[in-house]
């Protein structure tokens, strides 16, 4: 284990920013670490790398990096994210959300960018509540789950957010889990390196406050059931559909290719020129 | 689009396309907006123009997102602009927040139409000369102009900008839907290179660099975004380094510098048209589309040898005060028009108190006032 270690700490920053927000079992830790290792495994230089996140638990993530990092408002990520991508297309742009922020009060910016195919890496740490303000029910909470503002147990329906995504023109969508952290590294990785729009859900865990209001055990039994009901893909299209209902599929959902957005507003620049000797 | 005349650089040129052309002039290289009337020609004639010079357009899914860009955009090393009207200056509003307490330069146009709310779309406005300064919750100050011609449309969107650069705020440049759609005649002044203000960069090492560092005159050098100078930015109250923090003493100096950086600034800000008031006993005082009729009101008050003069602020916040008190001193009472309910007479019955007498002229209706009402309401206070 010293090997990670030592990786994640030349991405890490120094000084008062820790003891980090984050409560006893919460996932963000094991996502960062994955988003680092990525990083470090493409050997993207730190300078290029440009982290921004909205507000939120895991919004809470770019403090703690050494990158270009930007802070934002409720959901407002994506567009801060767009506008530095656009300006500097060569710079690697990753967005750290979490449900609410990307799917509730950002939800409108996530599928425009998606639709655009601009070339970022969203990472949605989806752990079905609102952890910062205290435990409200967010559009991934499961119906019929406590939250402090769903006392009576919740009666909307869930966001996929994958769906979302694919369903809005993202190109390449994927799920893993905090449990399978080298999997999740491993599409962080080729989230990366897609060009285009991309987008990966990482199921969490909440367990101080998810958790303990819908009964859940441990952190540790949160990942088991991480474990349990999240299944690669290509088995799970194969299961019986009653066999489905909980159980989520992972891994690389859409893979495909198509312009990206900062690279043709980059052809259109070309094509506006004057040609030389053309006075 | 501007038809070219005999003469060079006169062209026909409308208010909002003043502005673009500004922009252009001022070194805008990113715009980012969202269609609202009447503000759309700005975006309109950029699209076109931007990418023509390397610069970047694009259309965002809404105003909160568009002024969200251009703050990334501007982190990232553009001189960043944005252009709509009412309901999309409101969606704005955190966003601007987000740009003064992170002191990311950036350009925010507001035409104004009536409201509140849809309000009026094709009718001019005053009515947020508050919202402007107030809009945003927390405390900053604001930098906001507004011009009252075409011509100045152009030179105050280059100050807008070079206001923004220089200190690394939000500007806000108002306009009226009349200023923005009217046509006049201007003769483009050629651009003086060295009149446009850059971005201060750091000269000193990445490790030694702080974000918002602690400067005699509260202006402090910037980094961009891949410069090598990797900083944090957040909208939550942070050290000089840019790390967030909830200690009295930080969050003091930080807030502090918000306010300082105006107020130590306010003779290079605060610019006023002063006409004929240095006899002046009746005064008006007026800004953007209403000074133009005020002005003619005082023309015609001057054939008839009456001592009215006309102060017209350029520069709406920070609010002249020490000018107004200045110029104020001989004056027995003030003819104020504006296009909402008394906005800026509020401010400058805050400056002056009760020692001269108050005309407002107030209207919302869409309509303008005109210089006969401006004229009647002269006579009003002669009698």
């Known amino acids: 284990m010293k090997i990670p270690q030592k990786r994640i700490h030349k991405f890490l920053r120094h000084g008062k920013k820790f003891p980090h927000v984050w409560c006893p079992g919460c996932s963000n830790g094991i996502v960062l670490g994955a988003i680092i290792r990525a990083v470090d495994e493409l050997g993207y230089e730190k300078d290029d790398m440009a982290m921004v996140s909205g507000i939120g638990c895991s919004s809470r993530m770019p403090v703690y990096v050494d990158f270009n990092t930007l802070h934002t408002l409720h959901g407002r990520a994506i567009p801060f994210a767009t506008g530095i991508k656009m300006v500097k297309p060569r710079m690697n742009v990753c967005v750290v959300t979490g449900d609410g922020d990307s799917s509730a009060i950002g939800g409108n910016h996530l599928i425009h960018a998606a639709r655009r195919n601009i070339d970022l890496t969203v990472i949605v740490i989806n752990n079905n509540i609102y952890g910062m303000t205290g435990g409200q029910y967010s559009p991934t909470t499961p119906t019929g789950a406590i939250a402090t503002t769903t006392r009576y147990g919740n009666l909307d329906p869930v966001f996929d957010i994958c769906k979302l995504a694919e369903g809005a023109g993202a190109t390449f969508v994927a799920r893993t889990t905090a449990y399978h952290a080298v999997e999740a590294q491993s599409i962080i990785k080729q989230a990366f390196e897609h060009k285009g729009f991309s987008i990966v859900e990482v199921v969490s865990a909440c367990p101080v406050i998810y958790g303990r209001l819908n009964k859940q055990g441990s952190p540790s039994d949160m990942m088991r059931d991480m474990k349990k009901r999240g299944i690669p893909v290509a088995a799970y299209n194969k299961l019986p559909e009653e066999e489905k209902a909980d159980k989520y599929p992972r891994g690389i959902l859409v893979n495909i290719k198509k312009p990206e957005y900062t690279q043709r507003y980059a052809e259109l620049i070309q094509s506006l020129q004057p040609e030389k000797g053309d006075e | ?383």
């Open chain 2, 1 to 383: 689009m501007a038809k070219k005349q005999t003469k060079k650089n006169v062209v026909l040129m409308q208010g909002n396309e003043a502005i673009a052309r500004g922009a252009l002039a001022a070194g805008v290289n990113f715009f980012a907006g969202y269609p609202i009337t009447p503000s759309t020609e700005v975006a309109e004639i950029l699209s076109v123009e931007l990418p023509k010079i390397g610069g970047t357009f694009i259309q965002m899914e809404d105003e909160i997102a568009s002024i969200a860009a251009i703050i990334g955009g501007s982190l990232a090393g553009a001189k960043s602009m944005t252009a709509t009207s009412g309901p999309g200056f409101s969606l704005m509003q955190e966003g601007i927040g987000f740009a003064k307490i992170t002191e990311t330069p950036c350009v925010v146009v507001n035409v104004m139409r009536g409201g509140p709310s849809t309000g009026l779309p094709t009718k001019p406005s005053q009515a947020d000369i508050m919202q402007a300064r107030w809009g945003n919750h927390g405390d900053a100050p604001a930098i906001v102009l507004y011009p009252n011609s075409v011509l100045e449309s152009y030179e105050l969107s280059i100050r807008a900008v070079n206001l923004a650069e220089k200190y690394r705020t939000c500007v806000i440049l108002l306009s009226d839907e009349v200023l923005g759609h009217m046509r006049e005649t201007v003769e483009i002044p050629e651009i003086d290179n060295n009149k446009i203000i850059e971005r201060i960069k750091p000269t000193i090492p990445p490790e030694w660099y702080k974000h918002y560092p602690e400067t005699a005159k509260y202006r402090s050098p910037m980094a961009s975004f891949g410069d090598g100078y990797r900083y944090h930015v957040t909208g939550l109250t942070h050290d000089a380094k840019g790390f967030p923090t909830n200690r009295a003493d930080e969050a003091e100096i930080q807030n502090a510098r918000l306010k300082k950086k105006i107020t130590y600034h306010l003779d290079d800000l605060i610019q006023v048209e002063d006409y004929e008031m240095d006899d002046a006993r009746i005064a008006v005082f007026a800004a953007g589309i209403t000074s133009r009729a005020a002005k003619e009101a005082v023309r015609s008050a001057r054939r008839k040898s009456r001592k009215v003069g006309m102060l017209r602020p350029l520069t709406i916040w920070p609010f002249p005060d020490e000018v107004i008190r200045e110029r104020f001193k001989n004056v027995k009472a003030v003819v104020v028009p504006e296009l909402n309910e008394g906005q800026m007479l509020g401010e400058l019955k805050r400056v002056l108190g009760n020692k001269i007498k108050y005309y407002p002229i107030q209207k919302t209706s869409g309509e303008l006032i005109t210089p006969d009402e401006i004229s009647a309401a002269i006579k009003e206070v002669r009698k």
